[in-house]
């Protein structure tokens, strides 16, 4: 259904399927010469990831809600602002008691699964008298003062909640992956160090023959460019590059055929261009960098095409973006390889940081290795006090055997005799 693509790709392409195919102009494709024309099946596209730390929460609700009739009828004809500002949201009134009832034992698994999250970690960090329902404040996609009920409250707080994480997710990858490569680099220099001259320089002329190496691929087209996806129309699809028409392109290649050109159906277009630099057999290419450019480009065309920032792309958008001069005449790509990721400042900072870490660490593993050992000695004093004790109990068995009253403290031992 539109409302659920809606909803669910403006949260960063939570669930890329959607329930029923809506209306296309249909239009003229030779099928005989696309390759791999394989019907889809959209039950059996799997709804990504979307990272979020309540992202199977998220898919339990949108599952559930798609089962009441009335409600999907209602937000059928949901936009993007209806979503955002929650007016949607008050439809949950009018769901079944069926529905309801199930909202409201999801709820309450997830707030037992925060519980839980919360006690482990204050539990590592042996943190008592701490009020753990005070604590489930910090998580903002559910209702913490009602931990049973799901109410319309429930629905838009999760939507706002998915709606601004998602939108900074790109940004938070960005920063994983410039920590990457500031460890990457803090690896080798650290290795460096640990050689002598010689091997050194052997080292570090390997190192900059493989950057070389990396850095002498194919002229790679700029994303979104007519000479990009015609590249995609001759050797992915398999089709005639003089014939090239940018609507038949958008119908080929919106999978789900929900009318949209989502995140993931766009980094799909890249694959070719990203084969020119990246390949997983040569040693001289990192995989993760190859990711990080898939990102950047996908990115790129968004901001181009996607004129409503709702990350997706409709078919009219697409069309206009193909008129424009820069979709004729784009700039020259830059690649990885052509930036630079970090400062020699920010690697310092990032390497007094582990430092800092590292020493962190160390104390903690100081801690308990003494706890350990404090427990091995106090496990050898039980032991040998109950050895002492198995003793003494043997002792007293044997005097028992041979008639010899047991040692009492002042006295001596008497002999007993049976007269």
């Not at 398999?238 to 919106?254: I, R, S, V, Y």
């Not at 198995?390 to 010899?404: A, C, F, T």
Request: hydrophobic share 30%; net charge negative; charged share 40%.
């Amino acid at each position: 259904m539109k409302w659920r693509t809606i909803l669910l790709q403006y949260c960063f392409l939570f669930i890329t399927c959607v329930l029923t195919a809506l209306e296309a102009v249909p239009i003229d494709i030779d099928k005989t010469k696309v390759k791999n024309t394989q019907p889809v099946d959209s039950a059996k596209i799997e709804p990504p990831d979307t990272g979020l730390y309540y992202d199977e929460y998220l898919k339990q609700v949108i599952d559930v809600l798609e089962t009441d009739s009335h409600f999907r009828e209602k937000l059928q004809k949901a936009d993007i602002e209806d979503i955002k500002s929650g007016r949607l949201s008050k439809e949950l009134d009018l769901v079944s008691h069926h529905v309801r009832t199930k909202l409201d034992e999801l709820k309450r698994q997830e707030v037992a699964r925060l519980r839980m999250l919360i006690k482990a970690k204050l539990d590592s960090l042996q943190d008592t008298g701490i009020d753990h329902h005070a604590l489930l404040k910090q998580f903002d996609h559910l209702n913490h003062l009602n931990p049973d009920k799901f109410e319309s409250t429930d629905l838009d707080m999760l939507i706002k909640a998915a709606t601004s994480d998602l939108e900074h997710y790109d940004k938070a990858r960005h920063e994983e992956f410039k920590k990457y490569e500031m460890m990457k680099e803090h690896e080798r220099r650290e290795y460096l160090k640990t050689l002598n001259e010689e091997k050194r320089k052997e080292e570090e002329s390997k190192f900059e023959e493989m950057k070389k190496k990396h850095e002498n691929h194919p002229k790679v087209n700029h994303p979104g460019s007519k000479d990009q996806l015609k590249e995609v129309w001759e050797e992915a699809d398999g089709l005639d590059p003089n014939d090239f028409d940018p609507k038949t392109f958008f119908k080929l290649h919106d999978v789900n055929s929900d009318g949209f050109l989502d995140e993931q159906e766009l980094e799909a277009l890249f694959t070719k261009e990203l084969e020119k630099v990246y390949d997983p057999k040569n040693e001289e290419d990192d995989m993760v960098e190859m990711e990080e450019e898939r990102l950047r480009m996908r990115e790129h065309v968004m901001n181009e095409v996607d004129t409503n920032k709702d990350r997706l792309v409709t078919l009219e958008e697409f069309l206009k973006a193909t008129e424009k001069k820069e979709f004729l005449e784009p700039d020259s790509w830059e690649t990885l390889d052509q930036q630079q990721f970090f400062t020699e400042e920010e690697l310092k900072e990032y390497e007094n940081l582990i430092s800092v870490q590292e020493i962190e660490l160390k104390k903690k593993a100081d801690e308990l290795q003494k706890q350990k050992e404090e427990l091995q000695r106090q496990h050898e004093q039980l032991e040998a006090q109950k050895l002492e004790y198995h003793q003494v109990v043997q002792q007293m068995e044997q005097k028992k055997l041979q008639g010899i009253s047991p040692s009492v403290p002042g006295g001596e031992s008497k002999i007993q005799s049976r007269m």
